[in-house]
């Protein structure tokens, strides 16, 4: 898992109440939501807030892309990747 991963699995578990996981313990490309982490839409609201404060992402609830953004770490970590080039350009 590469440093950008790692965080957001560790932000996954911070704010999503996952206090017996570890970063490591996440495959990420493992889905986050129903199979994989079991994780809902309360949950997808909770990461999107943590997202946007920690990275400044701007999220959006009519955004047709957020089920692909949120569907495993790895899609995560390319989604704040983009969005931190598209802000640096």
């Known amino acids: 898992m590469d440093p950008l991963e790692n965080e957001i699995a560790q932000l ?4 999503t ?3 017996d996981m570890q970063p490591e313990d996440i495959d990420p ?5 129903v199979e994989g982490l079991g994780l809902d839409s309360i949950d997808a609201l909770e990461i999107g807030v943590a997202l946007a404060k920690r990275y400044g992402v701007k999220l959006t609830a009519d955004n047709e892309n957020n089920r692909r953004h949120f569907a495993n770490v790895r899609a995560l970590a390319a989604f704040v990747a983009s969005q931190r080039g ?4």
């Open 29 to 33: 490309v493992a889905p986050l939501f």
């Open 86 to 89: 598209a802000q640096a350009a």
């Open 17 to 19: 109440g996952l206090e």
């Open 12 to 15: 996954i578990i911070e704010c």
